[in-house]
């Protein structure tokens, strides 16, 4: 019986509850050692009824050996590996070591658990427990969390418990407190009834509501040891004190014993047993700890009571005592899948530079990141660079370190490991490949000025030796000044265009559109034809590494070829997709998302755009988060969604660096101004356009494509005047890149600024070059304009046909404020439309809804979709039960009749 925990049961036992009825969820607890977390698991064990039970623990020796922790857990499920996808059961096989290894995304793993625990609840709900999981190895806990706020409609209950200090975002958190005063009264006379009246006061004083330590401390009074009241130490120090005197009390040969699992931790009874007999104590010393119930001993696993047995016997010991513990102990571990436990063992023996330590330890790091335990290479690596004396092995592990500080995503770690090893050497190569660590970790904190200028010196200091590398430094150093202005972008591009290119190359003739792109954007000249740049990019197939292939899909955006953009950029996400490189799709996804606004396809860029954002969040990408939300507030803008459009923009313009400018800025001014349009707020929208047109974001890709706007939201305001120069500026990129859907633009704007006479002819050739290359809302743009235009000269007829056009367009699209102003245009001229609403088929489900079934709609299996979408297939099929309804169908074959599968555009 749990005492006191009435409101914590009820918690537990609704989730699981919701887990019978085909629900999932995720919970955490979180307190302080003894507080009785693990009493809360054990309940949550004992009420799964008809569950399937999954159950770990951290081990704190093993907190270096990556998925460790994940393996121990998942060992009953191994048999359903192979019904995972084939990148997933490689990725998981490879991170146990049950195959050979290939380093991938750290990431993949954690959908393969999701899709494990998936597969196991096929049929029966699944309860998957972790204690003390702030003892996880890093791999191991971020797969599981990663797994755990992903479930959704499986079956599955997800219950972590750690001690403060561990994070587990996205979980609901249950801290655990003391037990009230009358609770911990009753639980202490229950367990210790003899106790005097002064020293039940004297305990219930010092437990402060712990429940161990109402169970523990009544030992230290029945020996008359002195607990100090008032928590003068920290409650774990007086508990550890007790189970110390305990431990004091037994034979030597048997403390020895206990010191030696202690240091094991990990528990293996036959390497405790192999050490043990090293310092002269064997298995029947283990007896008398057994009776006095500091551990319970198995065929295979010595079992301490409490954490706290070990942390006291452990933290007791002299340091040369434990010295010649882990001597033993690595000694002990003599088989060759011992080796990573070996190293560390040694590496805690080591009281000064040793290669040879380090040298294991560098092998520990490598066959870690090999199985995407980053974390654990970043230690080792670390480790293993304190161990060597002063030199390039000293400088290169530590270079190592950080760059799986960077494969691991943790910004703070990689920017501190970068500084120490950029601080040890003057080798060109190495201390490049320092500091290209050390800008990416600025890049994702928000320091922009800072990533710039650590690319530049790290290029400078390549580009005679290696030029290649020299050229992706530089290329990611644009990519960092095209977010500071015009100054940085136009001296960045120049130092671009002075490396020694390697002919023949991908990359050269990626940086040669790279540098003419922004060189356009910035108005330094068009310097040649677009075409030419693009066709010598595109005769490579834009090949290279994923991040130069990133930056020629991005380049096409700047010159205006928005399909081979997205052609480009889908591809890459594709690959990210199928190989589970989840971290690397935050920018690919923004690519993709852009791409598709700029083509009208607004749905599917909402549901992309918001996939990049949640996982940039995941990672703590600063930089991602905000120019994403820059997006999302574009799209907002165009349903007329005037609060989340708002929202978004804030997070858009938020700068994570002072004097810079907001990541997103340039897209939320654009975004807002859009909306302003759609509510027929010709001054405010003019407002926030010069904003972004002369301020230092200008150059941006909002910046060109915003021009249609100033010259509309000029012409509303009589002032014609000011939209010639923008026209001209917008007639010379339309000259350059030779793209239908910009003279479309051209056209449009003409029109607008024309005499009666000319308008209709300029109206009608913008429709025309518009039909070449379809993007709906720009097209029903067009058709308002038009339809409006001839309303006002009374050809009511062929304005009612045009505004009809650009009002059923509007509707699909869910652009509500531009149906609405089609809708009053077509009153105005006597034909008035039913308000049936403005939202099509598709846009009547959540975006998780519709990415599904345009997915499902396409042929893909639930398994293939979950694949794609990092799901489990029972989601993806519980999604698509939910969909069926809103879209009045009731069968998958019907889902290709709805409208287009790309969405609403």
């Known amino acids: 019986m749990l005492h006191g925990r009435a409101q914590e049961l009820s918690v537990i036992d609704r989730l699981l509850s919701d887990c019978r009825a085909g629900g999932s969820g995720g919970l955490f607890l979180t307190g302080e050692p003894g507080i009785g977390k693990t009493a809360l698991l054990d309940h949550a064990a004992s009420a799964a009824s008809g569950f399937r039970l999954v159950r770990g623990t951290g081990i704190e020796s093993e907190a270096h050996l990556p998925f460790a922790g994940l393996h121990l857990l998942l060992r009953p499920a191994l048999d359903r590996v192979d019904a995972l996808p084939v990148p997933q059961a490689r990725a998981l096989r490879g991170a146990f070591g ?73 979980l609901t958190e249950l801290p655990l407190t003391g037990l009230d005063a009358p609770t911990a009264a009753g639980l202490l006379a229950e367990h210790a009834a003899d106790l005097s009246p002064a020293d039940r006061y004297r305990v ?42 305990q431990a004091r009390r037994l034979p030597e040969p048997t403390r020895q014993l206990l010191l030696v699992a202690a240091a094991e931790d990990a528990g293996d009874l036959g390497v405790v047993l192999r050490a043990g007999a090293a310092l002269g104590s064997g298995a029947t010393d283990l007896v008398p700890a057994e009776v006095a119930g500091l551990v319970r001993v198995d065929q295979h696993t010595v079992h301490f009571r409490h954490p706290l047995v070990r942390s006291a016997l452990y933290q007791a010991a002299p340091t040369s005592l434990r010295l010649v513990v882990h001597t033993a102990l690595a000694d002990a571990l003599d088989r060759p899948d011992d080796a990573d436990r070996r190293a560390w063992h040694r590496a805690m023996v080591a009281t000064g530079p040793d290669e040879q330590v380090a040298a294991e330890l560098e092998h520990t790091a490598l066959r870690a990141a090999t199985r995407s335990g980053y974390a654990t290479a970043v230690a080792a690596y670390d480790r293993a660079a304190r161990l060597t004396p002063a030199g390039e092995n000293r400088v290169r592990r530590l270079v190592l370190a950080a760059e799986a500080a960077a494969e691991e995503g943790d910004a703070e770690r990689m920017a501190v490991i970068a500084d120490r090893a950029a601080a040890s050497t003057r080798e060109p190569e190495w201390r490049a490949r320092a500091l290209r660590v050390r800008a990416s970790a600025a890049f994702h904190q928000g320091s922009l000025r800072a990533a710039r200028r650590l690319l530049t010196e790290a290029a400078g200091l390549v580009r005679a030796d290696d030029p290649l590398l020299a050229t992706h430094t530089m290329l990611d150093a644009v990519h960092a000044a095209w ?79 928005d399909t081979e953009s997205h052609r480009v950029a889908a591809q890459l996400l594709a690959g990210c997709r199928e190989h589970g490189w989840i971290g690397r799709m935050p920018p690919v996804l923004a690519c993709v998302a852009r791409a ?93 356009l010069d904003a972004l047109h002369t301020g230092p974001v200008r150059h941006q890709l909002p910046g060109l494509r915003s021009i249609p706007d100033v010259v509309e939201a000029a012409v509303r305001l009589g002032r014609p005047e000011d939209a010639r120069e923008p026209l001209d500026r917008l007639t010379e990129w339309a000259r350059q890149v030779e793209q239908p859907w910009i003279d479309a633009h051209v056209q449009r704007c003409r029109a607008l600024l024309a005499a009666d006479d000319d308008a209709d002819e300029l109206y009608r050739a913008a429709l025309r070059l518009h039909a070449q290359d379809d993007r709906p809302f720009d097209r029903a743009r067009t058709a308002l304009l038009h339809g409006e235009w001839l309303r006002r000269i009374r050809r009511r007829s062929e304005a009612m046909a045009r505004l009809r056009e650009a009002f059923e367009t509007f509707r699909r ?64 099929g519980y999604h698509l039960y939910k969909a069926y309804p809103k879209l009045g169908v009731t069968a998958r074959t019907e889902l290709a009749a709805l409208e287009p599968v790309g969405g609403n555009g």
């Open 483 to 561: 977010y500071l202005g015009a100054d940085e972008i136009a001296e960045t591009a120049e130092q671009l265009d002075a490396l020694p290119l390697p002919p023949g190359d991908p990359i050269t003739h990626v940086a040669r559109l790279l540098s003419w792109a922004v060189r356009a954007a910035i108005g330094q000249g068009w310097g040649g034809a677009a075409a030419d740049r693009i066709g010598a990019a595109a005769r490579t197939g834009f090949g290279g590494p994923h991040e130069t292939i990133l930056v020629g899909a991005t380049s096409l955006q700047v010159a205006g070829h």
């Open 813 to 876: 699209l869910d652009a509500a404020p531009w149906a609405a102003r089609a809708r009053a245009e077509l009153d105005a001229a006597g034909d008035a439309v039913p308000d049936t609403g403005t939202t099509g088929a598709l846009a009547r489900l959540t975006p998780q809804e519709r990415k599904i079934v345009r997915l499902a709609a396409r042929g893909h299996s639930n398994r293939d979709i979950a694949a794609q979408l990092f799901l489990s297939p029972r989601t993806v």
């Open 596 to 688: 598709q606004t700029f083509l009208g396809r607004h749905a599917d860029a909402w549901d992309d755009a918001s996939e990049a954002l949640r996982i940039a969040q995941e990672s703590g990408h600063r930089q991602w988060i905000a120019e994403i939300s820059g997006v999302l507030a574009y799209l907002a803008a165009v349903t007329g969604d005037e609060q989340r459009c708002h929202a978004l923009a804030d997070d858009a313009v938020s700068a994570p660096e002072p004097g810079a400018p907001g990541p997103g800025l340039a897209w939320a001014h654009w975004a807002l101004a859009l909306l302003d349009l759609g509510h027929a707020r010709w001054e405010s929208a003019r407002a926030r």
């Open 204 to 245: 219930l004083a010092e437990a402060q509501g712990n429940p161990l330590a109402l169970l523990e401390l009544p030992a230290a009074v029945a020996t008359h040891r002195p607990i100090a009241a008032g928590q003068a130490l920290p409650l774990s120090d007086t508990v550890q004190a007790v189970f110390l005197d």
């Open 98 to 170: 049950l195959v050979p290894a290939e380093p991938g995304d750290r990431m993949l793993v954690g959908l393969a658990v999701l899709s494990l625990l998936a597969e196991l609840a096929d049929s029966a709900p699944v309860l998957c427990l972790l204690d003390d999981a702030q003892w996880l190895d890093r791999a191991s806990a971020e797969a599981v969390l990663f797994a755990a706020r992903r479930l959704d409609a499986e079956g599955i209950a997800v219950i972590v418990a750690a001690r403060p200090g561990f994070a587990a975002p996205g």
